[in-house]
Each structure stands twice: as C-alpha cells, then as structure tokens.
C-alpha cells in the first residue's frame, strides 16, 4: 500500500523556472492538501482540495497553482520560481471525515538558486 | 483566528529521562481537533494521536503519554523513559470543524535530541 507518493524528492531549479511537484494518494481520500515547510516556521497550507474539481487557497497561496482532475492526484505547480520558494514540500490526504488524520507524503526538498 | 504555539524550540535530554513537549492553542470554535505528529530525522510525517475537544481524557500509548487540558488550552505530549529513537521534530496541530475542510494549523515544532 503505497499511500501518498510525491515526485520528485529533490529539485533544484534556478529563479524563474516552472515546475509541476506531482502528488498520487490510492486510499481513495477525497480531500488533499499542500504544505511547505520552513525553519521555525512549521508547516503552513498552500493550497487544497475537497474533491475531483474543486481548489481552493490556503494561507500561503502566492506563486503557486493547483488543479485537480482525479482524485488520485493533486499537482502543485510553481509559475516562476522565486528563491522564497525554497522548502520543503508535503502532500497530505485525508479522509472528507471532520478530525481524520492527514497522511503525508514523503516530502520534496525544492531549491531555487 | 486560531493558532497552535510551540515554545520550546528545542530539548535536550539523555536517554531514559522523561521529558513533555508543550503545545498551546488558541481557537473560538467548540469543535476543534488536536493532532500531534512526529518527523523523524528522515523527514516524513507520522500521525501520533488525534483528540477532539469534548473529549478531555488522558491517553497512554506505551512510553507516550498526552494531557489535554481544555482551561489552561493545552495538549501536553509526555515522553517517559526517552530512547535515542524518539530524536526528532515533534508538531502539535489543531484543525477546525467548518465545512469539513481538514485544515491543519501546526505549530512550529519542538526538536527533541535524546542523547546516548
């Protein structure tokens, strides 16, 4: 059982680059999220998803775009990479049940330089 | 608004001590939910415990322990006897019942190094 599965682990892109961070679930949870996390800053939301459809924004939208067309897979996509975007990336999955626990993916370590 | 706060950025204990990690929260909502993670030093994510707020109950699992005080807006998490095992990022985090939108709102985190 492979739960949440995020390509790829590492990156490192120079400023001004797109790039799609891939993000795959098989348990069949409808709701799906994307955190960035920071040093002393723990893991703050950018963008989730409630079903097949349907985005919305989380505290730390800018410079990022999602879209979901499966339930399997929700995508997080850098426009134009800044150095500010330098972190590290986590997609969580939970199920669309109030206080489920997320599970997370295992993470992707973005550089921009 | 709601907020989890960590204040200990760090702890240092040695192996067999018990030490808590704090974790206090702030929220206007009656139905809220308690999490707390581990991130071990490989990186991932794992789901350690959930408590929602009408249940006030003290939970052990093992050498884990968890206290949650809803007066004071605290949900305690308590090592006893650490092993060098237990090093990692410990984050608290608190999600809100509203349109079943499962937002976590985490706290910074507290490293917790177990030394030999």
């Known amino acids: 059982n492979a739960g949440v599965t995020q390509t790829p682990k590492f990156q490192v892109l120079k400023t001004g680059q797109s790039m799609t961070l891939q993000c795959a679930q098989d348990m069949n949870h409808e709701y799906m999220s994307w955190y960035r996390q920071d040093p002393g800053m723990g893991l703050r939301l950018i963008h989730y998803s409630v079903g097949a459809g349907i985005t919305d924004q989380g505290e730390v939208p800018n410079g990022y775009n999602v879209s979901r067309s499966t339930t399997e897979d929700f995508p997080l996509r850098l426009l134009s990479a800044a150095p500010s975007q330098t972190s590290v990336y986590f997609c969580a999955s939970t199920r669309y049940r109030e206080g489920a626990e997320a599970f997370f993916g295992q993470g992707t370590r973005l550089t921009v330089v | 608004a709601q907020k989890v706060t960590q204040a200990q950025t760090e702890i240092s204990v040695v192996e067999k001590e018990d030490v808590t990690l704090d974790c206090v929260y702030e929220?206007?909502?009656?139905?809220?939910?308690l999490f707390w993670y581990k991130q071990p030093p490989s990186g991932e994510l794992v789901f350690l415990i959930r408590?929602?707020?009408?249940?006030?109950q003290n939970e052990i699992s093992g050498r884990y322990s968890w206290n949650f005080q809803k007066s004071t807006s605290s949900f305690n998490f308590t090592i006893t006897a650490s092993q060098v095992v237990d090093s990692a990022v410990y984050f608290c985090?608190?999600?809100?019942?509203?349109?079943?939108?499962?937002?976590?709102?985490f706290g910074t985190g507290t490293l917790l190094a177990v030394q030999p």
């Open positions: 985090a608190l999600s809100v019942y509203g349109g079943a939108t499962n937002k976590l709102i």
């Open positions: 408590r929602n707020s009408f249940d006030e």
């Open positions: 929220t206007r909502d009656t139905t809220y939910y």
